[in-house]
């Protein structure tokens, strides 16, 4: 059962049932919104990235973007960059795996951030999600739309953190400006 | 490329019409059950046994045999399908064997309609389980795909059925096993039939997830198959307690590749990797913790209000007790996932072929020479300081990249420094000698010619197995003048090789030229090395390896020190060992310093000679 969530909102990532997960997939789409006026076949092509910065109590400790795809504990994975968004037709166009019971013990939050690399702002994207998927079975546990784009060209998506001995997933929505995470730092810093 | 399956494993399928054929060696009844998206199976008409051998999409044998050919067709089964099991039965009572321990591993094969095999299977690790689950068919995302199951049932076909959810199992599988007594006497013959029974052990539970792998494997994707829960049939007992079920037992050879050889090594490399990002983790977390630890004491000192007094104390005991809860924690997911691997290390250790196994493993002593190639060799071992019992195998694809270099100087590392020059430099020879061996093993017959360069005759003793084993095309060269005869030779075979390969004629090269590949191994360098030599040296490091023509030395740098930085190019492209444990190898992904340990013979071990001597027989074999 999908939650779609708003800014703000923060669900428990336990599993119906008990049991918490395990591995869980922080997933991306996109589409570049359709250009008005002569020359529609030239598409446009818009070059979001996502990102996980790794946490341990607000300090950053280790990130994992299409420039270092793994993070060095192996817990967080990204599984390549997409350039161009909306292959999948409503799927997933970069992805970021995370296996929850591998994160280090130190790391207490997990960021994810969308990035346009190609300067784009989010008023030329449509169709922008992301979404949580248990991996292990392909449920989707949340979904996140970003709606009405603005003049910005960077998103705090979310964050997973821990809570209790699990994890929880909060929804942030907040805009920002950068073509990679570096540029974005200061604006995660006060969602920690 | 047929796949050859190992339990748990997967495999795309390229059509939805496959003939699945089994061989048992001894009668079998073969029957199929189709599952519901959740695997269970609703009733009677989803099975296809022989009682009712035809269901939609499938037919099975009327009868047990030792040989079934079964016709599926997937796209004709019922749309509420989403998995067909192969099951595999022995037929009860009658003179053929009641266990499956005690027959033949019953082996499987997935065929396209051309007849052609796409995956294989051999049900291996079977004992008193009469019944078995061979392997499953299964939906995902759309798209069908073949998994190995091998899950056993000593409880026969009622448990098998009963686990899959099926009413009435135990009558169900009375009738099933009447219906194919006739002809369960006598041996029938191999008849084209279908239902293949598909076999499995209830002995263990079965994860599908990788054991090492299961954090993130690459290969798991989004498209990739969650695990499912493992069968909990009757007597399926999960090895080792509670933690057996997210922690499987590990099986050797669990990774991808089309043969054994090559999912052992990309498995050890599995290990090689999962270990250095468990051991990233673990600093990551202790350093996190110390540096926490020095902040708040930092704090506790700055200010004045609680420098001394019970404030401060207290600020620094629960400062310090902090450290500990989270040093506990890391040492503990530490402890767990080395747990895991040292397992994972204790199967795949005994099953690794000879050239990935270290010399004190019984492989060795039954060592003949190959015919093909393995994909890679052994070096040493390597290890981290957090858990210095458990290795990891060194493997190094073939053909080798980089030239090899054993460094017989002294070093860094205090383990050689305990020891004098001499003596690090007869270590240095003898590990340069077992390197030596174990390429020539790992090599078919006349596929490796070696040339050794041992200008003073220094190396005269450690040698000896190698020239009396008759495995060298030449004695050991002396003097400038054998050094200066060999370079040349090997450094015309380059030019040859290269003018050749650019000009596309590889079949104008001369009449007689030696198709193997070449090792060169230089001993005492630069002792009978003129700077052309030196020169030539440099020349056949960079250019041989893509010709064929790989360098192996045993020297100290220093010995070379009159050359200055010239020779440094030289050093960089080669690949270090030493002969004592030393901690200079990086791995790729963090970069932690790995302590690398040589292969060692057993002391008073004759396995090197007995190795050798098969070499040089299977080598004079091929010449003569």
């Known amino acids: ?192 | 490329m047929t796949a050859e399956l190992v339990r748990g494993q997967n495999h795309p399928l390229p059509d939805t019409r496959l003939e699945l054929r089994v061989a048992a060696g001894h009668p079998v009844v073969a029957g199929a059950t189709l599952g519901d998206d959740r695997g269970r199976v609703a009733g009677a008409e989803w099975i296809a046994h022989p009682g009712a051998p035809v269901r939609p999409g499938i037919e099975v044998a009327v009868t047990a045999a030792a040989e079934h050919r079964i016709a599926v067709d997937l796209a004709a089964l019922p749309d509420a399908v989403h998995r067909l099991s192969l099951l595999l039965a022995l037929p009860q009572g009658g003179s053929g064997p009641a266990r499956f321990g005690t027959a033949a591993a019953p082996f499987v094969t997935v065929a396209d309609p051309a007849g052609t095999a796409v995956a294989t299977y051999t049900i291996t690790g079977l004992d008193r389980e009469s019944a078995v689950v061979a392997l499953e068919l299964y939906r995902r995302q759309g798209a069908w795909k073949v998994r190995a199951v091998g899950q056993g049932y000593e409880g026969g076909l009622a448990d098998l059925l009963a686990d899959q959810g099926a009413p009435a199992a135990a009558d169900l599988a009375a009738a099933v096993l009447d219906a194919a007594a006739p002809a369960a006497a006598p041996v029938p013959p191999p008849v084209p039939e279908t239902a293949p029974a598909a076999p499995s052990s209830a002995t263990t539970a079965i994860s599908y997830a990788h054991p090492g792998r299961r954090p993130a494997a690459p290969a798991a994707g989004p498209g990739a198959v969650p695990p499912p829960e493992p069968p909990s049939g009757p007597s399926a007992a999960p090895p080792s307690g509670p933690s057996a079920e997210s922690r499987p037992a590990p099986v050797a050879g669990d990774a991808g590749g089309w043969s054994m050889d090559e999912r052992l090594y990309n498995q050890v490399w599995g290990m090689f990797e999962d270990l250095a990002r468990t051991v990233a983790a673990y600093r990551s977390a202790r350093d996190f913790a110390d540096h926490r630890l020095d902040r708040a004491i930092d704090q506790v000192l700055a200010d004045p209000g609680t420098r001394v007094g019970g404030a401060g104390d207290a600020a620094r005991a629960a400062a310090r007790a902090t450290h500990e809860e989270l040093m506990g924690r890391a040492q503990e997911v530490l402890d767990r996932d080395l747990a895991q691997l040292t397992a994972e290390s204790e199967v795949v250790e005994p099953a690794l072929p000879a050239a990935y196994a270290r010399w004190d493993n019984p492989v060795w002593h039954a060592y003949r020479a190959p015919e093909e190639p393995p994909m890679a060799v052994r070096l040493g071992d390597l290890h981290v300081p957090e858990r210095s019992a458990l290795r990891i195998p060194f493997l190094v694809r073939l053909p080798l990249e980089r030239g090899l270099w054993v460094d017989s100087g002294p070093g860094r590392t205090s383990a050689a420094g305990l020891l004098d020059e001499a003596e690090l430099r007869r270590l240095a020879l003898d590990s340069a000698v077992a390197h030596i061996a174990r390429l020539l093993a790992a090599h078919p017959a006349g596929t490796l010619t070696v040339h050794v360069l041992d200008p003073a005759g220094g190396g005269a003793a450690a040698f000896a197995p190698l020239v009396e084993t008759g495995v060298l095309a030449a004695p050991p060269a002396r003097g400038a003048a054998g050094v200066t005869d060999v370079l040349a030779q090997l450094t015309e075979r380059v030019d040859l090789l290269q003018m050749a390969v650019r000009g596309d004629a590889s079949e104008d090269l001369p009449p007689g030229f030696d198709p193997a590949r070449q090792l060169l191994v230089v001993h005492d360098f630069p002792h009978g090395f003129d700077d052309r030599a030196v020169t030539r040296l440099r020349y056949l490091a960079d250019e041989g390896p893509s010709v064929g023509v790989h360098l192996l030395m045993v020297a100290d740098r220093a010995d070379a020190a009159a050359y200055g930085p010239v020779l440094d190019p030289l050093w960089r492209s080669l690949l270090r060992l030493t002969p004592v444990p030393d901690d200079h190898l990086a791995d790729p992904w963090v970069g932690h310093a790995w302590t690398y340990e040589p292969p060692t013979v057993p002391p008073g071990s004759a396995v090197l000679w007995q190795v050798l001597g098969q070499v040089g027989e299977a080598r004079r074999r091929n010449s003569g």
């Open chain 1, 1 to 192: 059962m999908t939650v779609n969530m708003t800014k703000g909102q923060a669900i428990s990532l336990e599993k119906q049932g008990g049991g918490s997960l395990t591995q869980v997939r922080m997933g991306l789409g996109w589409q570049a919104a359709p250009r008005r006026g002569l020359f529609g076949s030239r598409t446009r092509e818009i070059d979001l990235d996502a990102s996980a910065v790794l946490f341990a109590e607000k300090q950053p400790v280790d990130v994992v973007f299409f420039r270092h795809l793994v993070s060095d504990d192996g817990s967080v994975r990204h599984t390549g960059d997409n350039l161009v968004g909306g292959v999948g037709q409503g799927g997933d166009d970069e992805a970021i795996l995370v296996d929850l019971q591998r994160v280090p013990v130190h790391i207490d939050q997990i960021v994810f951030t969308v990035n346009s690399f190609t300067g784009q702002t989010f008023q030329e994207v449509q169709n922008a999600f992301c979404r949580l998927v248990d991996e292990t079975n392909g449920q989707e546990l949340a979904r996140y739309t970003l709606d009405g784009g603005g003049q910005y060209t960077a998103q705090i998506m979310a964050k997973v953190h821990r809570a209790g001995s699990g994890w929880q997933m909060t929804a942030l929505g907040s805009a920002a400006n950068g073509r990679t995470f570096q540029d974005l730092m200061p604006s995660i810093l006060p969602h920690l």
